[in-house]
Nanobody
Framework: QVELVESGGGLVQAGGSLTLSCAAS????????VAWFRQAPGKERSFIAV???????FYRDPLRDRFFISRDDVKKTVDLQMNDLRPVDAAVYYC???????????????WGQGTQVTVSS
């Protein structure tokens, strides 16, 4: 059973940075795509970035200049570094794992519980 646990969320001032971490356990992390999504109140869960088994990455265009995804298959972690945070970035952030290199939430069968990011103006 895949288990994913996010950490690193919290309150940050606008313009600040946070690094979220997704830790995997009980499965072979290195052969899965791992993605980050976020969901703000009243909105659908939206794709941020994904990292593939060969280190390939793909980002949602408006975020690629401020967010950076990286993976460490030895530590079984995928980090999301977020810079120049804005109030509109406030959301619950989720990591997800699956066998497809995809931007669709439906393609990821394994999800963490989420971590809250709040950005004050």
């Amino acid at each position: 059973q895949v288990e994913l646990v996010e950490s690193g969320g919290g309150l940050v001032q606008a313009g600040g940075s946070l690094t979220l971490s997704c830790a995997a356990s009980k499965f072979n992390f290195s052969d899965l795509a791992v993605a980050w999504f976020r969901q703000a109140p009243g909105k659908e869960r939206s794709f941020i970035a994904v990292t593939w088994i060969d280190g390939d990455t793909f980002y949602r265009d408006p975020l690629r200049d401020r967010f950076f995804i990286s993976r460490d298959d030895v530590k079984k972690t995928v980090d999301l570094q977020m810079n120049d945070l804005r109030p509109v970035d406030a959301a619950v952030y989720y990591c997800a794992a699956g066998r497809l290199f995809s931007v669709r939430a439906a393609d990821y069968p394994h999800w963490g519980q989420g971590t809250q990011v709040t950005v004050s103006s």
